[in-house]
């Protein structure tokens, strides 16, 4: 059973910076992978993904200010957010996703990592 473990989070100012690690016990070499967000009172949803090749997308709320990438040999993944604003607070979550099924999650869920954005 692949387990997911995000962390990085934290409490931050608006403005500021945060980087996010995804750390998955199963390789990630392959694998389409995906940085999700979960606001207060809102549904989990794809921010970002990156291609086994490196091919990035983002929503268009983050586009600019987050940055993912990925290192297969470390079997890492991350999420550089830089410009934070007061809505990207929320849990976000990482994991390996189906591009052919609208990105659905193909591992279990991680206890995800909480990001807080104050005014």
């Known amino acids: 059973q692949v387990v997911v473990v995000e962390s990085g989070g934290g409490l931050v100012r608006a403005g500021e910076s945060l980087t996010l690690t995804c750390a998955p016990t199963?390789?990630?070499?392959?694998?389409?992978m995906a940085w999700f967000r979960q606001g207060p009172g809102n549904q989990r949803e794809v921010i970002a993904h990156i291609d086994s090749d490196g091919s990035a997308n983002y929503v268009d709320s983050v586009k600019g200010r987050f940055t993912i990438s990925r290192n297969n040999n470390m079997n890492r993944m991350y999420l550089q957010m830089n410009s934070l604003k007061t809505e990207d607070t929320g849990v976000y979550y990482c994991?390996?996703?189906?591009?052919?099924?609208?990105?659905?999650?193909?591992?279990?869920w991680g206890q995800g990592t909480q990001v807080t954005v104050s005014s």
């Open positions: 199963r390789r990630m070499f392959g694998i389409t």
């Open positions: 994991n390996a996703v189906a591009e052919w099924d609208a990105f659905s999650a193909r591992w279990p």
